[in-house]
């Protein structure tokens, strides 16, 4: 039986590392980056989404509360107005039958009439608030969906970027960072605007 030839396999192996090395080991390390990029950049997008929906959630409820303050004011209101009313009724009892009204009925009416004016203002007062907190909620809650936008855009390109790593693919990788570069845009709207 003839001896078998020995191949070097060893030397041989180290050769095609070195080639898949020098051909893919630079793309991978760049896509690599670019995914570690894009995961903390969705992150923050993730964060400032969270705070800006919970931020909203809080003006909303302040509106609310502010606005049931404002509906308690007008109906204080109202009553006053009914004390009010049932003074003047007095008042008009009185004249009716020819007689002057006693003078505590002229204060009582009067003093009603007051204090809805003052109740009034403050019941006014209370809406202009409350429509100040609504309005901030909606701003936060148009950044929120942008912040959420920025997020799936994100999500998308980190996913694309493990397919170009699966698949050596440079166009896949190539709208990987296009897709990042956009939710970055998206991420940089928001605090564009506030500045």
């Avoid at 070195?18 to 991978?28: I, Q």
């Avoid at 049931?68 to 004249?95: C, L, M």
Wanted: charged share 20%; net charge neutral.
């Amino acid at each position: 039986m003839p001896e078998e030839i020995e191949i070097d396999t060893d030397s041989l192996r180290e050769k095609i590392a070195e080639e898949h090395e020098k051909r893919g080991g630079s793309f991978l390390r760049w896509i690599s980056l670019t995914t570690a990029l894009l995961a903390a950049l969705a992150a923050i997008a993730s964060l400032k989404a969270g705070a800006t929906v919970n931020e909203a959630l809080v003006l909303k409820t302040d509106a609310t509360r502010i606005q049931a303050q404002a509906s308690d004011q007008w109906a204080y209101y109202q009553a006053k107005g009914i004390k009010g009313a049932v003074a003047q009724s007095g008042i008009n009892t009185w004249e009716a039958a020819g007689k002057s009204a006693p003078p505590r009925l002229s204060s009582e009416a009067a003093r009603y009439t007051a204090q809805q004016d003052t109740i009034s203002r403050k019941a006014t007062e209370l809406e202009h608030q409350r429509d100040e907190k609504s309005r901030e909620a909606e701003v936060l809650l148009s950044q929120h969906h942008i912040y959420a936008a920025a997020v799936a855009l994100l999500q998308i390109s980190i996913a694309l970027g493990a397919i170009a790593a699966l698949t050596g693919s440079r166009v896949v990788w190539f709208g990987s960072v296009g897709l990042g570069v956009i939710a970055a845009i998206l991420l940089a709207i928001p605090l564009v605007r506030a500045s």
